[in-house]
């Protein structure tokens, strides 16, 4: 190929929907030199056999943003480009069986209004008006979205590289990427069947061969093939154009109208993967042989539904191989192994509903050097060690594929791949009554049964069965003491020579303290946005211990190694395996550890945000003074090789004080009423300190520069535009489970963040960031008259201005 680029701004692997729209969007960003390079032809992945489903409601506002975006620019993309996309805006329908499930789909609509979508709740006689030919009598009713829609997917894909096209995007079908080239830690192009092209970024939009694609670069992209099918009729009496979307969750099944008949599909509770021992080469505009016997199941229940299918020819049964991922989200951003390669893959089965979306949103966080709102469901740094495993990930991936359409409850844990990694205390703990959750593939005790009590989660959507065991655990911190395993904390060690500086500039508040020292710091983004929310006990002059939360060791490695500025001498190193945590927290908590080590805790010897070093029998521990639940209390830091002992030697010393365990979710309804936020759901990189009530960890007043600072001081200058504010509802037969709905005189101004029961003050609490463009103060806050809207119905609720428990931190402190 003579004219084969040689250079290139960015290169896109990969000419599915998601590869074109990431050139689309990068274009019209006004970045040059765009190269997207494609094996076969556009569309010959995945996309070609999509059935163009476009819904937009996910459980998350920024990502229904993403999905909004899509609908908006299939709404204009045949007019800007000429190119037909089939685009139509039918609206989609989703029905509810039973109960249970009339609340599930009365919630999602409560969130769609929260994050502004349009959406309708309606009895089964208007649901069937909108769809005739579907049968009504199982129906407890049902819920509308007018916006959504359906697409042609290979013509979306088409219009959007022609769009790319035209603001100048290079698209070159036939060449296989076959490396990428890396130096000093950075990717830097690739190689291809047709020559080298050398590139500022690498983007790895290769659909299903994503996870291949990735390994050659050291990336890893946790995703596996699954079989998908849909079969399209005839055409059908009484199928009309403007047919909505129909998801009928409870039969398993979903259905659109296409050229007068219906395409029907579904997610059958034993799924095929597929490709288990790799990709067969070749596999363009390739589909699987149909699997008559597997869809069967659901065409029965599709024939229930829609009895007309009966009579119906099949035209034919499409079974088409879609990359799916542990968690139902898709895989978006920059690479935590690699600077300058990006990765937008595993799409789940609606890449064509978030295709446009997530195009844009990866390009512009290719083209600003950081996401452009806090994407956190779907950032690739969300994964982990389990994730390396190819095993680990199909097992979990097929378990999710297979919970497509149930019900998604709250506090659901999932089942698959269990156990993973445990803590030395896990055999112990489960013998103690522990019911486990998993976080990143560690097992976590979510709450302890009582004597008699089965440990297992029953789910529904009122109180759950573990409601008053959890009840009790948060009783005993608050008036004895609890012992937490907090094993799976996420643990750092930054040294060197210039550490110290790196974390001056790194972190939001002052780390660079005496030795002995702990500090909770933010750490922010360009815009002051919290990028990670953790403690830093400085152990040495050289030498400092990052601690933070389980599910954020790859995302806050990645960050804070990043940020180290170039030329300092401070290396990070990932220590968690190596330790266990047990926390001790309550008021006899002094007592008990007193009991427990030779070494002085008083509060004159050991005061709050400290940590020291002292022994428990013969284990050497740190023990850092801090908390999390509003009590006075101890992490202790343990070698791992010693926590049973460590365990064992603080439940004796614990017994007559009345020592408990307990679990993750009595920490949460502490941390509730404690106000402490907790980062990915109150806090995160939209959120700036000032905006969540976090100015007093902040060293602003000091005159020492940090990444972050000059955006807290122009927002300093100016009224806030969101608020975090705790509200809280006497109602106890009212459950919250974050996302309601917040209206303040009467107005919607937010959604509640996070939510739950504080069991102490007795009370629903809910956090929520109360917004407003002209600015919201104290006197706004306290001045509204609040109520939530919680599963379709409103409810009144009171502003809270001051934590609900010990807002002087006086037991804490103690
Ligand atoms: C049966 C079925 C029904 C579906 N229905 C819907 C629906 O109703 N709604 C919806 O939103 N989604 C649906 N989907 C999902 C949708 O099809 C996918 O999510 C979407 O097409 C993924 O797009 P992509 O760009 O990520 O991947 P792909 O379309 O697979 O594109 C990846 C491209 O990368 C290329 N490539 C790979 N490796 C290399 C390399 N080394 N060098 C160069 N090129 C490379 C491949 O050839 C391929 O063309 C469905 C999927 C299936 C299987």
Request: proline residues 5%.
């Amino acid at each position: 190929m003579a004219d084969f680029p040689t250079t290139a701004r960015a290169v896109i692997i990969g000419g599915g929907i998601v590869g074109c729209s990431t050139a689309y969007h990068l274009v019209r960003l006004g970045w040059r030199d765009v190269v997207l390079l494609e094996k076969a032809k556009l569309t010959s992945g995945s996309t070609f056999h999509a059935a163009g489903l476009v819904g937009q409601l996910r459980s998350n506002a920024n990502i229904t943003q993403l999905l909004k975006h899509s609908v908006e620019l299939y709404q204009r993309l045949e007019a800007e480009t000429g190119q037909a996309t089939g685009w139509k805006a039918n609206g989609g329908l989703r029905l509810a069986c039973n109960a249970e499930r009339m609340i599930e789909i009365s919630r999602q609509a409560t969130t769609a209004h929260s994050f502004g979508l349009e959406m309708h709740l309606l009895t089964p006689t208007e649901a069937g008006e909108l769809w005739p030919l579907m049968d009504i009598s199982d129906l407890h009713g049902a819920a509308f979205l007018p916006t959504d829609g359906q697409a042609s997917p290979a013509d979306i894909t088409q219009a959007l590289a022609k769009g790319a096209r035209q603001e100048g995007a290079l698209i070159i079908e036939d060449c296989t990427v076959t490396g990428v080239l890396v130096e000093h830690g950075r990717a830097v192009g690739v190689t291809t069947e047709h020559g080298k092209i050398a590139a500022e970024v690498v983007v790895n939009c290769a659909g299903q061969w994503a996870r291949e694609f990735g390994r050659l670069a050291g990336v890893n992209v946790p995703l596996v093939s699954v079989q998908h099918q849909y079969m399209v009729s005839e055409p059908i009496e009484g199928v009309t154009r403007d047919l909505p979307t129909l998801r009928d969750p409870d039969r398993l099944t979903y259905f659109k109208e296409e050229v007068g008949g219906l395409v029907m599909g579904g997610y059958e509770p034993n799924p095929k993967p597929w490709a288990e021992a790799g990709i067969p080469p070749g596999f363009n505009f390739s589909l699987l042989d149909p699997d008559f016997d597997h869809f069967e199941q659901l065409m029965a229940q599709a024939l229930i539904r829609v009895p007309a299918l009966e009579h119906a020819g099949v035209k034919e049964l499409i079974n088409g191989p879609e990359s799916f991922t542990p968690d139902g989200n898709f895989i978006l951003g920059a690479a935590p192994e690699l600077r300058g390669f990006f990765v937008g893959a595993g799409f789940n089965a609606y890449g064509i509903a978030a295709g446009g979306g997530a195009g844009k949103a990866l390009a512009e966080w290719i083209v600003g050097g950081q996401p452009p709102m806090d994407l956190w469901p779907v950032d690739i740094s969300r994964f982990g060690r389990p994730h390396q495993s190819t095993e680990w990930v199909r097992s979990r991936t097929l378990e999710l594929y297979a919970k497509h359409y149930t019900m998604a409850w709250p506090h659901e844990e999932h089942a698959s791949a269990r156990p993973e990694r445990v803590s030395p205390l896990y055999a112990v703990l489960r013998g103690q009554g522990a019911c486990f959750g998993e976080k990143l593939g560690w097992e976590r005790p979510n709450w302890f049964a009582a004597e008699g009590q089965e440990p297992r989660d029953i789910y529904s959507y009122g109180r759950q069965n573990w409601f008053s065991a959890v009840g009790e655990e948060h009783r005993a911190v608050r008036e004895r003491a609890g012992l937490f395993d907090q094993s799976s904390f996420a643990k750092f060690l930054l040294v060197g020579a210039n550490a110290a500086a790196a974390l001056d500039w790194i972190c939001a508040n002052d780390v660079n303290k005496p030795v002995g020292s702990l500090t909770y710091t933010q750490m922010l983004n360009r815009k002051g946005g919290i990028q990670c929310d953790l403690t830093v006990a400085r152990l040495a002059e050289n030498r400092f211990y990052i601690v933070t939360g389980t599910g954020f060791a790859t995302h806050d490695f990645a960050w804070i190694a990043r940020s180290i500025p170039a030329g300092l001498d401070a290396t990070l190193v990932d220590v968690t395996s190596g330790t266990a945590v047990l926390s001790l927290m309550g008021p006899r908590s002094r007592d008990i550890l007193a009991a427990a080590t030779p070494d002085d805790v008083t509060n004159a010897a050991f005061p709050f945000a400290t940590w020291r070093a002292i022994t428990i029998g013969g284990a050497p521990v740190q023990a850092l003074r801090i908390t999390y639940v509003g009590e006075l209390g101890w992490e202790l830091h343990v070698p791992s090789e010693h926590a049973l002992s460590v365990y064992r030697r603080l439940w004796a010393a614990g017994a007559p004080h009345g020592l408990a365990n307990a679990g993750y979710r009595a920490i949460e309804s502490l941390r509730l009423e404690k106000g402490y936020r907790a980062w990915g759901s109150d806090i995160g990189p939209d959120h700036t300190p000032l905006e969540a009530g976090l100015a007093w960890a902040v060293k602003l007043r000091k005159n020492l520069d940090f990444q972050g600072r000059e955006a807290l001081l122009a927002q300093q200058a100016r009224p806030l535009g969101k608020r975090l504010a705790c509200f809280t509802l006497d109602d106890p037969g009212v459950v919250l489970l974050g996302r309601e709905t917040l209206y303040r005189d009467g107005e919607r101004v937010g959604w509640l963040t996070s939510a739950g029961c504080g069991h102490t003050v007795a009370k629903n609490i809910g956090y929520g960031y109360v917004r407003r463009a002209d600015g919201v103060d104290d006197e706004y806050l306290k001045a509204g008259s609040y109520e939530l809207e919680v599963a379709g119905k409103r409810v009144p609720c009171a502003f809270r201005r001051d934590p609900l428990y010990d807002p002087k931190m006086e037991r804490v402190k103690a």
